[in-house]
């Protein structure tokens, strides 16, 4: 009897490192796996952040703009008024 229970032991260490093997070779995969994902998604996330900023830059110009159109309107509109002034003087 002891001689078979010696076989089964010895027929279990083989399942064993054939079980530990296929774990080893899952687990290479599934962090393979995760770390590209990690990648893809850092990257999506800097090209969106960068997208973005663009857009912010692009505002912001168009908020200068604006602005600039405004206040050479007031200047324009002062002029006038300094010139009806003037005219009625």
Known sequence: ????RGGDQSQRAGHDRVI?????????????GLLAAVFASVTVT???ADEMKKDEMKKDQKMEKKKAK??????EMKKDEMKKDEMKK
């Open 70 to 75: 405004k206040a050479a309107k007031k200047h």
């Open 20 to 32: 530990n093997f296929t774990e080893s070779k899952f687990m290479k995969k599934l962090i393979a």
């Open 1 to 4: 009897m002891q001689s078979v």
């Open 46 to 48: 800097a090209m969106a």
